[in-house]
């Protein structure tokens, strides 16, 4: 496959912007070399490799005598054990179409200074009235008879959690994918979270208790699978993750599993395509999983959404804060530390924004957040974490609800829903209070969402096969101007969407009388007859036709040139072209390729 992007914008800057692209062959050391190296090197690292089909990249393994240590159909691959010369083998055998490192994955939530008047009071969690959840409640809409999937640290079986509104018991399945087996199924389930991120999320979802006459949670009549994929200080890897999700969309026909949540994220280290976790929830969506992820908590900054927020086609959840004052709606703002788009690929990121500063759910005393962090409780049960994860729980329920009222809609049209509903923030003279790379499409809101009417406004123009066949893949409409400033083009003209700053605001109100709809650069209402997508065409890239320059102007500052997910530290075993350095620019940092996942670095509480 080869591929190329039309180029239709041109910038003075850009066209100083020089990729090089060049075979392994141009990169590699001398073969006796690496032959020499391989001689002393035979310690063995976990490794991501994929082929045809999985059973290809497993006989291409165990051909070299390498260990496998996951099946990973899901992304037609396995992981496995491999020496530095093992590696090259499989690289260079002709059944191989990539090979990656494994990277670790470390999941957090972080909460912050709770003003000591508010504890009793916040034993009652706000989210589902402020998002109108509660009224959806009273009408028998709860997210009864919908299955979700959550990919964390685990469940802890306590009574909100284990049973529905109607208290009847509703962990369908229990899965460990660090053990690679079945916990249980169809019962109340077993604790094994112990580190209690995974709980937390959960409970926001769809905790059953009331406290003031209402749910705790989102959609307390919903149906759980819990995946467990990070140990108790909430560390994982690609490798357990991806098998995390492979099991969830096997399965997903047995316990009829319609969403799913990844409340983490992932400094981006390729194009989304090229990424191994990317490729994995790209195939949960195209079984028909809606899938909900963070945006990522590295705000306020541009270009720091996460992986897998950096997707086109899932739902990415950024977070704003209530300010302490639930129900004054006017001093609501977005939160610091909710991370902004766009994308490397020019996507509009994140595609809403929900509640997720100070989110009071339940977790387990004796877990490792509980024991780490107890002036963060309110007793008996209830912790307070602030994060994109917690942004992207609220997300995940309003999800639930919607298939709950209409089980035939399809994941883009659930977006389609959710984002075309949403309300947007304006400030006291009715201008919008951020812009669309802060907040998206606005403030997720269910009672719009359910009385919605649209349908067919979700991922327009793309096709979820044909990207993970490799036969296109899509860059968004977003450009960057010689000034820094970021547009997109409307017949032919730039429209303004922001300048990188990022200006704290003490208040604003989410307007149902959203500026967007009907305005002609709206990225989420219906047809984009005029926006410029970009869209590879399919011609193949070479240094003076390569897809990048004067498009996407801002990948002189590529974080990951020469530490690519694909390249990983062996470039020169790889067969096929990358970007691998920008003439004149600093390297990255030393640790760039060791940076972990992670759900929420320490952040101030909002």
Not at 125 to 133: D, M, R
Not at 390 to 407: I, S
Not at 483 to 493: F, P, R, S
Not at 515 to 523: F, H
Request: charged share 15%.
């Amino acid at each position: 496959m080869s591929w190329n992007l039309k180029p239709r914008l041109r910038s003075s800057r850009a066209n100083a912007l020089v990729i090089l692209l060049a075979a392994a062959t141009l990169l590699a050391p001398a073969p006796t070399t690496l032959a020499a190296d391989a001689q002393t090197d035979t310690s063995q690292t976990t490794w991501i490799i994929t082929g045809s089909s999985a059973q290809e990249a497993r006989e291409t393994v165990r051909a070299v005598g390498g260990s496998v240590t996951h099946e990973l159909g899901i992304i037609r691959g396995v992981a496995a054990l491999l020496t530095r010369d093992q590696v090259a083998q499989v690289a260079r055998h002709p059944g191989t179409k990539k090979v990656w490192k494994d990277r670790e994955v470390e999941m957090a939530s972080v909460p912050g200074d709770q003003p000591s008047n508010t504890k009793s009071f916040d034993t009652y969690t706000h989210y589902p009235a402020q998002t109108g959840a509660a009224i959806l409640h009273a009408f028998g809409l709860d997210g009864d008879g919908v299955t979700v999937a959550v990919v964390d640290t685990g469940y802890w079986r306590v009574d909100g959690l284990k049973k529905n509104r109607d208290r009847e018991s509703r962990v369908l399945a229990q899965y460990d994918a660090l053990t690679d087996e079945v916990v249980s199924t169809w019962s109340k389930g077993v604790t094994n979270d112990d580190n209690g991120h995974g709980s937390h999320v959960t409970g926001v979802i769809m905790d059953s208790s009331r406290a003031f006459g209402l749910y705790r949670g989102m959609a307390p009549g919903a149906d759980l699978v819990s995946v467990k994929a990070f140990d108790a200080s909430g560390l994982s890897t690609y490798s357990d993750v991806i098998r995390g999700l492979d099991w969830v969309v096997a399965n997903k026909d047995t316990y009829d599993i319609r969403v799913l949540n990844l409340s983490f994220g992932a400094a981006p280290q390729s194009f989304y395509w090229d990424d191994p976790l990317n490729r994995a929830v790209m195939s949960a969506w195209r079984a028909g999983i809606v899938v909900v992820t963070s945006a990522g908590n590295s705000g306020p900054d541009p270009f720091t959404i996460g992986v897998p927020g950096n997707n086109p086609y899932v739902i990415t959840a950024g977070a704003i804060t209530d300010s302490y004052s639930p129900y004054d709606p006017s001093d609501d703002r977005l939160t610091s530390f909710s991370s902004a788009g766009p994308t490397a690929t020019g996507w509009i990121k994140p595609d809403l924004v929900a509640y997720g500063g100070h989110i009071t759910a339940a977790l387990p005393a004796d877990s490792y957040l509980g024991e780490m962090f107890p002036e963060w409780s309110i007793p008996p049960r209830f912790y307070q974490l602030s994060g994109t994860s917690q942004a992207t729980a609220v997300t995940t329920g309003v999800v639930a609800l919607l298939l709950q009222l209409d089980p035939s809609l399809n994941p883009d049209d659930v977006k389609c829903k959710l984002t075309s509903s949403a309300l947007v923030a304006v400030d006291a003279a009715g201008d919008d209070a951020y812009n669309p790379l802060q907040q998206g499409a606005g403030l997720i809101n269910a009672i719009s969402a359910v009385l919605s009417d649209e349908v067919g406004c979700g991922n327009n123009g793309l096709d979820v096969a044909a990207d993970l066949d490799d036969d296109q893949h899509w860059g968004g409409p977003v450009r960057q101007d010689d000034d820094g400033n970021l547009y997109i083009t409307v017949n032919g003209e730039p429209h303004f969407l922001w300048d990188g700053s990022y200006v704290p605001t003490e208040g604003v109100v989410f307007s149902t009388n959203n500026p967007w709809v009907g305005v002609e650069n709206n990225p989420w209402v219906n047809e984009l007859p005029d926006v410029d997508y970009n869209l590879w065409d399919g011609a193949a890239p070479t240094p003076t036709n390569n897809p990048w320059v004067n498009e996407y102007t801002w990948l002189n500052n590529n974080p990951w040139v020469n530490e690519n997910a694909w390249i990983s530290t062996y470039p020169e075993i790889f067969g096929t072209p990358a970007v691998v350095g920008f003439p004149g620019q600093a390297p990255p940092p030393a640790n760039w390729g060791e940076r972990p996942l992670t759900t929420a670095p320490p952040i101030q509480q909002e």
